[in-house]
T-cell receptor, first 114, second 111 residues
């Protein structure tokens, strides 16, 4: 199974809502990532978890809160988002965090903040 | 972090070979070069990775000259389904995957 799954596929939320994005992989990968992608732009790295510990936070606002409950799951908790946070949120995983391991990406969650 | 530069867009006719070049002048000794393909509203998909010389797999070839300051992704006989954005990435020299996606190359395959 070389698949990364993400739920939900689409999410519409108001600026006062709290919601969560979920990502799952069963490839035994020990590194997991969150990216944000705006239309016609490349993916931007947000967070990296390595062996279930947060190893990289790319100065992401605190309204985004990542969580890695176990080695297969990655969550992104959203609270008090702004309309400019509307984007495609991509999850990825790799065997390890070393730079020569390929990343497997999920299909993304399309988030719209109203 | 090694920065990459690619053409913003390219057009090609079906059946032709397409070569997309990426410049990475400040690549570090331990960096690998990786290419990803992305279709609209989908996550990127790994195509190929190399360190030096030439790498070939079932979908593409990657050519890396001796100085490693550039690399060329070669797609043989493209079809309409190869229309996508292609990203060249260079791995962080510290060994940790804090890679940065460049602007990518939008390849349009024409019938």
């Amino acid at each position: 199974d070389t698949e990364v799954t993400q739920t939900p596929k689409h999410l519409v939320m108001g600026m006062t809502n709290k919601k969560s994005l979920k990502c799952e992989q069963h490839m035994g990968h020990r590194a997991m990532y969150w990216y944000k992608q705006k239309a016609k732009k490349p993916p931007e790295l947000m967070f990296v978890y390595s062996y279930e510990k947060l190893s990289i936070n790319e100065s992401v606002p605190s309204r985004f809160s990542p969580e890695c409950p176990n080695s297969s799951l990655l969550n992104l908790h959203l609270h008090a988002l702004q309309p400019e946070d509307s984007a495609l949120y991509l999850c990825a995983s790799s065997q390890d965090q070393q730079g020569h391991y390929e990343q497997y990406f999920g299909p993304g969650t399309r988030l719209t903040v109203t | 972090l090694a920065k990459t530069t690619q053409p913003i867009s390219m057009d090609s006719y079906e059946g032709q070979e397409v070569n997309i070049t990426c410049s990475h002048n400040n690549i570090a000794t331990n960096d690998y070069i990786t290419w990803y393909q992305q279709f609209p509203s989908q996550g990127p998909r790994f195509i190929i990775q190399g360190y030096k010389t030439k790498v070939t797999n079932e979908v593409a070839s990657l050519f890396i000259p001796a100085d490693r300051k550039s690399s060329t992704l070669s797609l043989p006989r493209v079809s309409l389904s190869d229309t996508a954005v292609y990203y060249c990435l260079v791995g962080d020299s510290g060994g940790y995957q804090k890679v940065t996606f460049g602007t990518g190359t939008k390849l349009q395959v024409i019938p």
